[in-house]
């Protein structure tokens, strides 16, 4: 069986997760934002055992980790995304990262808070950076391969146009 304290901290961690299930699973919520509105709630920052230590605000590492598991797990599961290589790299690279920022901000709250910010925009920024230099290559390629083509090549595609009536 399973302890007493153990029981009760699986319970608190299914109540923050019901809680805040509208933040934890909603992909336009982004993961810093979740974080943040997780260390600033009364009822999760119990969860995280967040306590005070001259004039510091820390944060307990083992149920952080716990929690950002769990949200990371059930953002997953209802983003309806496949399971596959590249989804479960991706979700893996995003725990280290949440664990690498607690470590690094020193299980401080105000500092992690920082940290997630500032990795994800960054992580962000070079996202944006990639998908635009593939965005330009595809263009260039599309207008080389159409520049090959003569015009008899050219044939417009019929499109099926559906009709949207209201009822």
């Known amino acids: 069986g ?37 260390l600033s709630d009364f009822d999760s920052a119990s969860f995280l055992n967040v306590n005070e230590h001259n004039g510091e ?37 995003t725990k280290i990262q949440l664990i690498d920022d607690a470590k690094t901000a020193g299980y401080r709250v105000e500092q992690l808070k920082e940290l997630i910010i500032t990795s994800f ?6 996202k944006k950076v990639t998908k635009n230099v593939n965005k330009h290559s595809g263009v260039t390629k599309k207008k080389m391969s159409l520049n090959k083509k003569t015009k008899n090549d050219i044939t417009p595609k019929k499109r099926s146009v559906k009709k949207i009536t209201k009822r």
């Open 121 to 126: 925009e960054k992580k962000k920024s070079s």
């Open 57 to 93: 605000w820390f944060f307990n590492k083992e149920q952080y980790e716990l929690l950002s598991t769990w949200i990371l797990t059930l953002r997953f599961l209802f983003s309806n995304a496949i399971i596959d290589e590249n989804s479960l790299e991706m979700i893996t690279k």
């Open 2 to 38: 399973i302890d007493t304290d153990n029981a009760q901290n699986i319970i608190t961690l299914i109540q923050n997760l019901i809680r805040l299930h509208n933040e934890v699973i909603e992909a336009e919520i982004e993961i810093p934002t979740v974080i943040e509105k997780l």
